[in-house]
């Protein structure tokens, strides 16, 4: 049973203690977002394109968007047009509502990718905002929300040690970073967290929230996500939005082709938002 609200029609939406939570700790999490068979055949369609890609590397082949494999590591970026599973996620109707209830009622896509990390005991943290120039700290502060960020675990990440993502809760409102000495640390100094949840499960988080890949304790499994961020439609913050193919834009749906701005479009369709 999906951990998400529903209305009277039974689709999705976001709640007023949803936003709270979102508001004051920067995140929020939703477990069992999507079905176990879902995230098996997503996970399938994960086992596809890092193959894919790698051998297109080999061959010299143009590919849209960075592809760091580090075996038996991997990270895919502009996943959208890697598997249709991964473009559906675009606009997944459990997920919008949350996007346009926190964010924008007229978000445009930002970016997407997908991280395959195997165990490795000791590895440093790195803890970052999200955003261009040093995660939009010229702004002042607090750090406005331009950017939501989406992930989606295809692994089951309830024990803590598996890497989990790690964040400091409320910190995308404080106006001092954390200790220098503290973001060195390979564990998590007072005031973090490990973000647990089962497969399935999402989490949303501010542009602004302090986050990192988190320590492996655990010597078996891997840890498996995908990643969508979306901003405002009046920003362009991410060269993913305008760089597929014409054959790309041209298979979006309506509801889709509404995440990009008009002009990526042969011809371009006049709107803005």
Known sequence: ??????????????SAAERFRFDNDGYLVLHHLLSTEHVSKLLQAADRAVPRRRKC???????TGLTDLRDPDSRLFYILDDDPLFLELLDYPA??????????????????????ENPKPG??????????????????WPIPLLQLKVGYYLTDMTEPGRGNLCVIPGSHRARFEPDPEDR????????????CAPAGSAILFHNALWHSGG?????????IML??????????????????SKEFYARLSPQQRRLFHGFVFDPPEQRWG
């Open 227 to 244: 990643y969508y961020a979306y901003e405002h439609p009046w920003m362009l913050a991410s060269a993913e939005h305008w760089s597929y």
């Open 95 to 116: 997920i919008m509502p949350y996007v346009t209830g926190l964010l924008n009622e007229r978000p445009h896509h930002h970016a997407s990718d997908l991280i395959i």
């Open 123 to 140: 590895r440093p943290m790195g803890w970052h905002l999200d955003g261009h120039d040093s995660g939009y700290r010229g702004l002042g």
């Open 215 to 223: 320590p492996w304790t655990q010597t078996n499994g891997s840890r």
């Open 57 to 63: 590397i080999e061959q010299g082949l143009a590919i």
């Open 1 to 14: 049973m999906a951990s998400y609200n529903a209305n009277e029609t039974g689709l999705p939406t976001i």
């Open 184 to 195: 060195k640390r390979t564990d998590l100094f007072p005031g973090a967290v490990q973000v």
